[in-house]
């Protein structure tokens, strides 16, 4: 994971407290990144500067990358993380967790991509890495509200790269399917709730819908993002399923 450098780089990380985006803030620092990592929570560790920021809300933003500034100078990169999933049938979706999954998936991503890029393209230079997810390529029972927010992150990804495409900044999209997190657990836990199979029953169930037939772990997701911050590429969205 070390091969891509990234000395010089100051790298924002949104949810990056857990899962996937504490496993890219470790391998960003470890490729000698400055690193912002960006959550509700807060996360401590060596080489990560914590900062707490809720992405539903526009001052908490604004706040959080104004101390990112302050502590590490412009912000070169941005991994879009932070979001959140829930399923339920369409006539049991609330208005609130429909609002709740958009502001979280989509509008942070949007706005949290809107924060960055007059310094970016002052720079002539940066990488912006979305995480969506496989449900953002296709659709699945339950979970209409985050299946339309990852359509989102990807629509939107594919309109900035488009919009900056010369400028030096480049965009993808990152398409992991059913990755060992603690989002995959509450799938799991739902699961097992409303079935009555057991977690192990539960987790091959989720699987056999990743097209590998296996769960992907953190680390796979976080090489993938790195490769992206480190090439050229724009437009893209990467699946790991």
């Not at 100051?10 to 496993?23: M, N, P």
């Not at 990807?154 to 060992?180: D, H, K, M, Q, V």
Request: charged share 15%; glycine share 10%.
């Amino acid at each position: 994971m070390n091969e891509i450098d990234l000395r010089g780089q100051h790298i924002v990380i949104t949810g990056a407290s857990r899962g996937i985006g504490l496993a890219v803030a470790r391998a960003c620092a470890a490729a000698g990144a400055s690193v912002s990592g960006m959550s509700r929570a807060g996360t401590s560790e060596p080489g990560i500067a914590a900062i707490r920021c809720d992405i539903t809300d526009a001052t908490s933003i604004a706040e959080a990358f104004t101390t990112a500034r302050e502590r590490h100078g412009p912000v070169t990169m941005l991994v879009n993380n932070a979001g959140i999933a829930a399923s339920a049938p369409l006539g049991r979706t609330s208005d609130e967790l429909w609002d709740r999954i958009i502001a979280t998936n989509l509008t942070g991503t949007f706005r949290c991509s809107r924060a960055v890029i007059d310094e970016m393209r002052a720079a002539k230079f940066g990488r912006i890495v979305n995480v969506a997810s496989i449900a953002g390529l296709y659709g699945a029972p339950y979970i209409s509200a985050y299946c339309a927010s990852k359509h989102g992150v990807i629509g939107l990804t594919r309109a900035l790269a488009a919009e900056f495409a010369g400028s030096g900044i480049c965009i993808n999209a990152i398409c992991p399917g059913y990755t060992a997190t603690d989002m995959m657990q509450q799938a799991v836990d739902q699961i097992v709730a409303h079935t009555g199979v057991s977690a192990e029953q539960a987790r091959a169930q989720l699987a056999a819908m990743n097209p590998s037939g296996q769960i992907i772990e953190v680390g796979s997701v976080a090489r993938s993002v790195l490769e992206l911050l480190g090439s050229e590429r724009n437009g893209e969205e990467l699946v790991l399923a």
